[in-house]
């Protein structure tokens, strides 16, 4: 596969034109060129993405582990319902271009036809397919579809085809999200964002700019996605689409057909359960009318066969210093905690991971499971009581999913936190036994040197005092012996340690001057227990 950039940096696929098994694919560049339609066992290694694992990383300090979870970002396990929903765009994508073959003379006869005459491209008999994908939130509709879309390159560079020249560029899909504003003309202006943003056009610039009305709109969108060759086009959030903003249903409604029907290019409409206000009714009737493929309504795993799989291909994935096995309690405690919401099962099992890190603990059990969701899943509680009482009123709403990344980090920071106090503390731990160490060697080269032991304590203790950062035995020695020298006046020297050693006790005042030769009396005055002008008042 050649591979090479546009101007603005996407990569593109320089088309390759592959033999046919399916005789109805053949002799069309747009289906020619992409990737073999795949069994079901290539489709799960494809989509399939189990992050790397080794168990010797559980020996990794704990600020390290946590950084380790995020690789369960990737995890994707490939089910039943993926293996479907694949089935059903692959097969959309090249049915879509069946009848938009660009070395068809009917096609190009209709194409030059319609456009020159109308400037719209009204197709008689639209052979463009619906889907519309719904899905609770949390339940992978997005991730889901951008892993089977990305099966196939988006951009396809075309230069010739079977010797006659073909310079194109072909698009294979295009996903949008509808506007959070909800109008449909927003809705327009996103489409050109998208294209210009792909390609490096400036469709926005052109198009985007004036006061063009959505109706006004819809033509040039259809053209530009079929000068383009656009193989699916993808809507995603479609509850964004509000009723009021948008003109109410049939506005709706007419804007897709529309756009269906001129452009004649498959559409997949994805939403959570809110997005049905919109598809429900006037929409659905005009799906039936355009043969479309169908709904795929994604709800919670069932706890049967596929959330086992699921839950068991998840729990390798431990960090913690004590894993432990699945057992059938914690796969349960799982459950009713995520009512099989596989979002909502990776999102808790990370962040009680790093909770069981952090906390120091180190094991994954079935109460801290609880306490962690009990704690982070606040949010979407309503959602899950809902699931469990069967309550579905709660479960269509829009759900705000827990800032998992907002946990991770409190987590991570409370980590950083307790290591920093236990390096700390050992440092502490550590320098108190150097200068200790420091000092009983230091006081014994001293009195070998001819000092007191009480001297030579209080010239360590002034040395250590002026170079705290001291750390070498011989350099301290060599400091504290040369402040015993260095001070000409001996009962000045006498008279900083006296006040230093003790501390204002006179019996050992009175004992240390004794031991240098001196009189009680001096050894106070030395110490700073006599006042200098107490001898002048006799």
């Known amino acids: 596969m050649e591979i090479v950039k546009l101007p603005n940096g996407t990569e593109a696929v320089v088309a390759e034109y592959r033999e046919q098994i399916i005789k109805d694919y053949a002799g069309n560049p747009y289906i020619e060129c992409l990737p073999d339609v795949m069994s079901p066992q290539q489709v799960i290694e494809q989509l399939a993405y189990y992050?790397?694992?080794?168990?010797?990383?559980?020996?990794l300090e704990s600020y390290m582990r946590v950084h380790l979870?995020?690789?369960?970002n990737q995890f994707f396990q490939p089910l039943e319902e993926h293996l479907r929903l694949e089935s059903t765009i692959s097969t959309m994508l090249r049915n879509g271009y069946l009848d938009r073959n660009p070395f068809s003379s009917s096609y190009i006869r209709r194409l030059t036809s319609e456009d020159g005459a109308s400037g719209s491209l009204t197709y008689?008999?639209?052979?463009?397919?619906?889907?519309?994908?719904?899905?609770?939130?949390?339940?992978?509709?997005?991730?889901?579809l951008a892993k089977i879309l990305s099966l196939t390159p988006q951009v396809i560079v075309h230069s010739k085809y079977r010797g006659k020249d073909f310079p194109r560029y072909q698009v294979s899909h295009l996903r949008i999200e509808a506007p959070y504003d909800g109008s449909l003309k927003a809705l327009c202006l996103q489409f050109f964002m998208t294209i210009d943003a792909l390609l490096g056009t400036n469709y926005m610039e052109k198009h985007g700019n004036g006061r063009k009305s959505t109706n006004v709109m819809i033509p040039i969108i259809s053209k530009l996605l079929l000068n383009l060759g656009l193989g699916l086009l993808c809507i995603d959030e479609v509850q964004h689409l509000s009723m009021a903003r948008s003109g109410g249903g049939s506005a709706v409604l007419n804007f897709f057909t529309t756009l269906i029907n001129t452009a004649n290019i498959p559409i997949i409409l994805v939403g959570t359960p809110k997005s049905l206000n919109v598809l429900q009714s006037e929409f659905r009737q005009a799906r039936r009318g355009l043969n479309g493929h169908g709904n795929f309504f994604w709800d919670r795993l069932k706890k049967d066969a596929t959330w086992e799989l699921f839950i068991h291909g998840l729990w390798k994935y431990q960090w913690v210093r004590n894993s432990v096995e699945l057992t059938?309690?914690?796969s349960s405690i799982f459950y009713e905690e995520t009512q099989g919401i596989p979002d909502i099962a990776v999102?808790?099992?990370?962040?009680?991971?790093?909770?069981?890190?952090?906390s120091g603990n180190e094991t994954i059990t079935g109460s801290l499971i609880r306490k962690v969701a009990k704690d982070q899943l606040k949010l979407i509680r309503?959602?899950?009581?809902?699931?469990?009482?069967?309550?579905k009123s709660l479960v269509y709403q829009d759900i705000m999913m827990p800032d998992m990344m907002?946990?991770?980090?409190?987590?991570?920071?409370q980590i950083q936190v307790k290591s920093y106090i236990q390096e700390a503390q050992k440092r502490s731990e550590s320098r108190g036994q150097q200068i200790k160490y420091l000092k009983e060697e230091a006081i014994v080269r001293l009195q070998l040197l001819g000092l007191t032991e009480k001297l030579a304590g209080g010239l360590v203790y002034e040395a250590m005092a002026n170079q705290p950062s001291i750390s070498d035995l011989n350099e301290l020695v060599q400091v504290a012996y040369q402040l015993s020298l260095s001070d000409p006046n001996e009962k000045e020297s006498v008279k900083k340690r006296l006040?230093?050693?003790?501390?204002?006790?006179?019996?050992?005042?009175?004992?240390?001057?004794?031991?240098?030769?001196?009189?009680?009396y001096e050894a106070l005055k030395q110490a700073g227990m006599i006042r200098n002008d107490f001898g002048n008042v006799g």
């Open 51 to 59: 992050p790397p694992f080794d168990p010797n990383e559980r020996l």
């Open 328 to 330: 059938d309690e914690i």
């Open 124 to 144: 008689q008999s639209s052979s463009a397919k619906s889907l519309t994908l719904v899905g609770i939130s949390g339940s992978g509709k997005t991730s889901s």
């Open 406 to 413: 907002e946990f991770i980090h409190k987590e991570q920071s």
């Open 382 to 391: 309503p959602m899950i009581d809902a699931l469990k009482s069967g309550r």
């Open 347 to 358: 999102k808790l099992f990370m962040m009680t991971q790093a909770r069981a890190i952090s």
């Open 69 to 72: 979870l995020q690789r369960l």
């Open 499 to 520: 006040r230093i050693n003790n501390e204002g006790d006179l019996r050992v005042i009175v004992a240390e001057g004794k031991e240098m030769n001196i009189s009680v």
